[in-house]
């Protein structure tokens, strides 16, 4: 069994910081590319930023030059930091990773449960 979890979300003002976290933990064999999506209120899922094990990163175009995703791969651990919030990055922000099964050598994906954030105009 292999899980993500999310924290690190919460209100805050326009302008304002946000830094959110995401540890994997389980039977990996091996962690891959790591991402955190969102899904605004009556949106759907999107794409926010990517980082593969060697640290290339992506990002969606509406985050480009406030949001920066990192990872520590000892920890297990994916970040994302959220600069120059704005009301239109409210959303439920939620972790993706693609990992190795140390049992079944098996390529699988596990999501979080998400973490809300709002941004007070």
């Known amino acids: 069994q292999v899980q993500v979890v999310e924290s690190g979300g919460g209100l805050v003002q326009t302008g304002g910081s946000l830094r959110l976290s995401c540890v994997a933990s389980?039977?990996?064999?091996?962690?891959?590319?790591m991402g955190w999506y969102r899904r605004g209120p009556g949106q759907q899922r999107e794409l926010v930023a990517t980082?593969?094990?060697?640290?290339?990163?992506n990002y969606a175009d509406s985050v480009k030059g406030r949001f920066t995703i990192s990872r520590d791969n000892v920890k297990n651990t994916a970040y994302l930091q959220m600069n120059d919030l704005k009301p239109e990055d409210t959303a439920v922000y939620s972790c993706?990773?693609?990992?190795?099964?140390?049992?079944?050598?098996?390529?699988?994906?596990?999501w979080g449960q998400g973490t809300l954030v709002t941004v007070s105009p």
């Open positions: 993706n990773a693609q990992y190795k099964d140390a049992i079944t050598y098996h390529y699988l994906e596990v």
């Open positions: 389980g039977r990996i064999s091996s962690l891959n590319t």
């Open positions: 980082i593969t094990r060697g640290g290339r990163t």
